[in-house]
């Protein structure tokens, strides 16, 4: 069973700019999450969307969007970047049941560097 | 905020036991404690999760004590590809937000 696909793995973009990363779930599942890593603040939960529609949200300004299609696919958009949201970006993918009975599966993450 | 402390790191030899503690005072009845790994460069992996009774895989056992506000890791037989960032999270549900709260996690190193 392929695991949680996340393309591309590196980019490097320059402040201003806005970059689109991609999610592929695992088959089935339907509830993909979104996390920011960074070596000062850890991990870090930006939203997870389930059936299409955006279930829940951290504490991220709103140049942090996202949304899923219907086969379960995510994208997340960065808009007018900034130095500080250089990170790595992780996505996970469950069943989604919501009760925590059933595990996030991660993928490998995009780099993204400002310059 | 993190619900869950742990210690920054920890050694281990190889083929030992590695008991990786977990302390989760405020944890509430419905909530349910995960592990995850996490090896530079990769994604985090999934270990094992558990809600009040004691759980085992092939890959590890968690040990919940009966309060549950502390749990353990325990993998049995250490190896060098078990060097890690061990992270102990509890899950809070879609009525609280829906996510998985990570705090600072364990550096575990397997020594040979």
């Known amino acids: 069973k392929a695991g949680v696909t996340q393309t591309p793995r590196y980019l490097i973009k320059t402040r201003g700019q806005q970059v689109t990363l991609s999610c592929s779930p695992i088959s089935g599942h339907r509830s993909v999450s979104w996390y920011q890593q960074t070596p000062g603040q850890g991990l870090q939960f930006l939203f997870e969307?389930?059936?299409?529609?955006?279930?829940n949200k951290g504490n991220f300004p709103g140049r942090f969007s996202g949304r899923q299609f219907s086969n379960s696919r995510s994208e997340m958009n960065v808009s007018t970047l900034e130095l500080g949201d250089s990170a790595l970006y992780l996505c996970?993918?469950?069943?989604?049941?919501?009760?925590?009975?059933?595990?996030?599966?991660f993928g490998d993450g995009t780099r993204l560097s400002i310059l | 905020d993190a619900k869950t402390t742990q210690p920054p790191s920890m050694d281990c030899a190889e083929g030992r036991a590695a008991n990786l503690p977990c302390n989760h005072s405020t944890i509430s009845g419905n909530e349910y404690v995960y592990w995850y790994r996490q090896i530079h460069s990769q994604g985090p992996q999934y270990i094992i999760h558990?809600?009040?009774n004691n759980e085992t895989n092939e890959m590890a056992s968690l040990i919940i004590t009966e309060d549950r506000k502390s749990s353990t890791l325990i993998l049995p037989h250490a190896t060098l590809r078990d060097t890690a960032v061990y992270y102990c999270?509890?899950?809070?549900?879609?009525?609280?937000?829906?996510?998985?709260?990570f705090g600072q996690g364990t550096e575990l190193s397997v020594k040979p």
């Open positions: 558990g809600l009040k």
């Open positions: 999270i509890v899950f809070l549900s879609y009525n609280q937000g829906g996510k998985l709260i």
């Open positions: 996970a993918s469950s069943l989604g049941q919501g009760d925590g009975t059933q595990p996030q599966h």
């Open positions: 969307y389930f059936s299409e529609t955006q279930r």
